[in-house]
T-cell receptor
Framework: DTGVSQNPRHKITKRGQNVTFRCDPISEHNRLYWYRQTLGQGPEFLTYFQNEAQLEKSRLLSDRFSAERPKGSFSTLEIQRTEQGDSAMYLC??????????????FGNGTRLTVT | GESVGLHLPTLSVQEGDNSIINCAYSNSASDYFIWYKQESGKGPQFIIDIRSNMDKRQGQRVTVLLNKTVKHLSLQIAATQPGDSAVYFCAERGSGNQFYFGTGTSLTVIP
């Protein structure tokens, strides 16, 4: 399977704990995005990387959230001191941007986080 | 910031009929639009895209129409099948290269 892979698929944690999610994008893609989706809503943009550089962060991304893409391949999203409001599906997407074309975002199946 | 909205949150169609899902966007500078299908427990799946220099694009059983004058996007699904039942999202690429999604339309196909 050469699609976007996310791990774990589900994570249940207690309030106050730290969690880390991993995303493996499509290998030839240079951009990687993180989105958050709550029930009945569309995905909300959190941040994106071009290769290893984090180019943009949403105001939604509080200082408890940090994302990395150290070698321009896989990415991790860490949430520190989780709160119940962090419960959501965290989606990763990747794309190719550059000549001769820009590809659409291709999403993984997400990590569902439940904070108890 | 940009906002993308959908006219109808739910849509029910008979199997074999055509479906039309509408989407309004607010940023006239958006240059790229994508329709996604999302099934329960899965991530959004790419259906079709269109760039702002086009007003129509066709795929297999799907057509996207873009009306930049009224900032409106639609997805037409021909001969709707039970497997088309899902939530459909439109997304627009804003000025900052991030994509903004609407709240989605839930399509139910009645056999």
């Amino acid at each position: 399977d050469t699609g976007v892979s996310q791990n774990p698929r589900h994570k249940i944690t207690k309030r106050g704990q730290n969690v880390t999610f991993r995303c493996d994008p499509i290998s030839e893609h240079n951009r990687l995005y993180w989105y958050r989706q709550t029930l009945g809503q569309g995905p909300e943009f959190l941040t994106y990387f071009q290769n290893e550089a984090q180019l943009e962060k949403s105001r939604l991304l509080s200082d408890r959230f940090s994302a990395e893409r150290p070698k321009g391949s896989f990415s991790t999203l860490e949430i520190q001191r989780t709160e119940q409001g962090d419960s959501a599906m965290y989606l990763c997407a990747s794309s190719w941007t550059g000549e001769p074309y820009n590809s659409p975002l291709h999403f993984g199946n997400g990590t569902r986080l439940t904070v108890t | 910031g940009e906002s993308v909205g959908l006219h109808l949150p739910t849509l029910s169609v008979q199997e074999g009929d055509n479906s039309i899902i509408n989407c309004a966007y607010s940023n006239s500078a958006s240059d790229y639009f994508i329709w996604y299908k999302q099934e329960s427990g899965k991530g959004p799946q790419f259906i079709i895209d269109i760039r702002s220099n086009m007003d129509k694009r066709q795929g297999q059983r799907v057509t996207v129409l873009l009306n930049k004058t009224v900032k409106h996007l639609s997805l037409q699904i021909a001969a709707t099948q039970p497997g088309d039942s899902a939530v459909y999202f439109c997304a627009e690429r804003g000025s900052g290269n991030q994509f903004y999604f609407g709240t989605g339309t839930s399509l139910t196909v009645i056999p």
